[in-house]
């Protein structure tokens, strides 16, 4: 059984690590020491209260959303300044969680246009963390977040690593789009070690440079470290299955299970990952923005919403509510991020609903997660999830939109609308990132605004050839 946390443990913690300190007896990694305790006490309580919430009934879950929801709209009506002025020109009742269908969307457009207006008065923007995403939209975006928020996130990766069956010991091999040193891959090596039970993961792949010459690398290392969880992009793991497959590479240890993550995965790859790694899928679903976070648990692989991470609604084009079993929009209001609050936040992606009790839904399919990629010599592909998202450019915050084009092999043409700080300097950075991965020949084109499609759509990438 597990100590009950209390802040009255944690500050008996805190100052023993104090008491420590002042008499030399604690080495210089003392605040990281705090850091992680803290981490730990929080992670627990969310595993704890997401497990206790398995055995709430519908009408408990509900009243639980619904007195989160009413602290949200409260608090950023009394700490932010956007939210003040919005709720008093709608007329918005703080106290009546029916008025959330009163309140005008969130877009990146506003983010983009009220930065310091959304920011909550009770933090210094200096001690909020910068977070950007590129966007699947080709939309990017630059907001903030408070510590806090990240570490409730943290706690339901946590969550669904236990539904598994995960156990302290175990290993998570995770996949990322992050660069790799050139002297690290002169000698084949193409992964990071991580903190020692990371839920994201011990050890991190870097799909940025898998390939049929080094494939058989990744995997002997993959063997070597007998991970108990995989965790990380579709596409990737199904290349590594495929060779398993074909190679009939027998494991000689037991997957509990596999997360995938930030693609579309579809039922081919999910039935090839499964079968290579005789282990289940999970899915997952969240964003950047911590607005929302959606997994699967068993063999429906139904997505259901987490009651205490946002309010999820799913609605059609005119804004009514999606009837089961449609595809709609789907809106998110987070209840962790009070450091930039985002309420009725327009995701941008697609999802046909299963079920609905207020703001806690289950979902099947989602769309948005598109494995786009590009082509370069001898037709290899480039998943632009790890290309592009998977890097966080510096370059997201100085664009208004960009959009890739490909018409040949191995060249691509780059559209990007400027924003007012955009300068020759993120143009370098988005041309070497991309070419320290890929040899492409690249051109950029500055435009003054981006074709959409006829469903009124932004496509980050135009792929015009067809292998």
Same mark, same amino acid.
């Given at each position: 059984?597990?100590?009950?946390?209390?802040?009255?443990?944690? *500050?008996?913690?805190?100052?023993?690590?104090? +008491?420590? !300190?002042?008499?030399?007896?604690?080495?210089?990694?003392?605040?990281?020491?705090?850091?992680?305790?803290?981490?730990?006490?929080?992670?627990?309580?969310?595993?704890?209260?997401?497990?206790?919430?398995?055995?709430?009934?519908?009408?408990?879950?509900?009243?639980?959303?619904?007195?989160?929801?009413?602290?949200?709209?409260?608090? #950023?009506?009394?700490?932010?300044?956007?939210?003040?002025?919005?709720?008093?020109?709608?007329?918005?009742?703080?106290?009546? $969680?029916?008025?959330?269908?009163?309140?005008?969307?969130?877009?990146?457009?506003?983010?983009?246009?009220?930065?310091?207006?959304?920011?909550? +008065?009770?933090?210094?923007?200096?001690? !909020?963390?910068?977070?950007?995403?590129?966007?699947?939209?080709?939309?990017?975006?630059?907001?903030? *977040?408070?510590?806090?928020?990240?570490?409730?996130?943290?706690?339901?990766?946590?969550?669904?690593?236990?539904?598994?069956?995960?156990?302290?010991?175990?290993?998570?091999? &995770?996949?990322?789009? @992050?660069?790799?040193?050139?002297?690290?891959?002169? /000698? %084949?090596?193409?992964?990071?070690?991580?903190?020692?039970?990371? $839920?994201?993961?011990?050890?991190?792949?870097?799909?940025?440079?898998?390939?049929?010459?080094?494939?058989?690398?990744?995997?002997?290392?993959?063997?070597?470290? +007998?991970?108990?969880?995989?965790?990380?992009?579709?596409?990737? @793991?199904?290349?590594? #299955?495929?060779?398993?497959?074909?190679?009939?590479?027998?494991?000689?240890?037991?997957?509990?299970?596999?997360?995938?993550?930030?693609?579309?995965?579809?039922?081919?790859?999910?039935?090839?990952?499964?079968?290579? @790694? *005789?282990?289940?899928?999970?899915?997952?679903?969240?964003?950047?923005?911590?607005?929302?976070?959606?997994?699967?648990?068993?063999?429906?692989?139904?997505?259901?919403? $987490?009651?205490?991470?946002?309010?999820?609604?799913?609605? /059609?084009?005119?804004?009514?509510?999606?009837? =089961?079993?449609?595809?709609?929009?789907?809106?998110?209001?987070?209840?962790?991020?009070?450091?930039?609050?985002?309420?009725?936040?327009?995701?941008?992606?697609?999802?046909? =609903?299963?079920?609905?009790?207020?703001?806690?839904?289950?979902?099947?399919?989602?769309?948005?997660?598109?494995?786009?990629?590009?082509?370069?010599?001898?037709?290899? +592909?480039?998943?632009?999830?790890?290309?592009?998202?998977?890097?966080?450019?510096?370059?997201?915050?100085?664009?208004?939109?960009?959009?890739?084009?490909?018409?040949?092999? %191995?060249? =691509?043409?780059? !559209?990007?609308?400027?924003? &007012?700080?955009?300068?020759? %300097?993120?143009?370098?950075?988005?041309?070497?990132?991309?070419?320290?991965?890929?040899?492409?020949?690249?051109?950029?084109?500055?435009?003054?605004?981006?074709?959409?499609?006829?469903?009124?759509?932004?496509?980050?990438?135009?792929? %015009?050839?067809?292998?």
């Amino acid at each position: 059984m597990h100590r009950k946390i209390t802040m009255s443990v944690i *500050s008996t913690k805190i100052n023993s690590l104090k +008491k420590g !300190l002042q008499k030399n007896r604690l080495s210089s990694n003392i605040y990281t020491k705090l850091f992680y305790f803290k981490t730990n006490c929080i992670e627990r309580k969310v595993v704890n209260k997401l497990k206790k919430i398995e055995n709430y009934s519908e009408k408990d879950i509900f009243n639980l959303q619904n007195k989160k929801l009413l602290n949200i709209l409260k608090y #950023a009506y009394y700490n932010t300044e956007y939210y003040k002025n919005l709720f008093d020109d709608n007329n918005i009742n703080i106290n009546c $969680s029916q008025d959330l269908k009163k309140i005008p969307f969130l877009s990146k457009e506003i983010i983009k246009n009220n930065p310091s207006a959304l920011i909550s +008065k009770k933090f210094s923007k200096k001690y !909020l963390s910068k977070k950007n995403t590129g966007g699947s939209t080709g939309e990017p975006l630059v907001f903030y *977040s408070n510590t806090h928020s990240g570490l409730i996130d943290y706690g339901h990766h946590t969550y669904l690593c236990s539904l598994m069956g995960h156990k302290k010991g175990d290993v998570i091999l &995770a996949c990322g789009g @992050f660069s790799i040193p050139q002297e690290l891959r002169d /000698n %084949n090596v193409f992964w990071k070690k991580m903190r020692k039970g990371n $839920s994201f993961g011990d050890y991190i792949f870097s799909v940025l440079y898998l390939n049929d010459a080094n494939i058989s690398i990744y995997i002997d290392k993959l063997i070597k470290l +007998k991970p108990n969880i995989l965790r990380g992009y579709p596409s990737f @793991f199904d290349s590594i #299955a495929n060779y398993i497959l074909k190679n009939e590479i027998e494991l000689n240890f037991k997957i509990k299970g596999i997360i995938l993550t930030a693609e579309m995965c579809s039922k081919n790859q999910q039935e090839n990952i499964e079968k290579a @790694f *005789s282990s289940m899928v999970y899915f997952e679903y969240g964003h950047t923005e911590i607005s929302l976070y959606c997994y699967t648990k068993d063999n429906t692989y139904t997505y259901q919403s $987490s009651p205490i991470y946002g309010y999820i609604e799913v609605l /059609n084009d005119d804004d009514t509510e999606t009837k =089961i079993g449609e595809i709609g929009n789907i809106v998110a209001t987070g209840f962790i991020n009070t450091g930039m609050p985002f309420i009725r936040y327009r995701t941008g992606d697609l999802a046909k =609903i299963v079920s609905r009790n207020g703001g806690v839904v289950q979902l099947k399919p989602i769309y948005g997660r598109l494995q786009d990629y590009i082509i370069s010599k001898n037709n290899v +592909k480039t998943y632009l999830t790890s290309l592009i998202f998977g890097q966080h450019f510096q370059a997201f915050s100085n664009i208004e939109k960009w959009q890739i084009i490909q018409d040949k092999a %191995n060249k =691509i043409e780059i !559209l990007i609308i400027k924003g &007012a700080n955009y300068s020759q %300097n993120d143009e370098l950075e988005i041309y070497d990132k991309i070419r320290k991965v890929v040899a492409l020949e690249i051109t950029f084109k500055y435009v003054n605004s981006i074709p959409i499609t006829k469903g009124g759509k932004h496509l980050f990438l135009k792929q %015009n050839i067809k292998i």
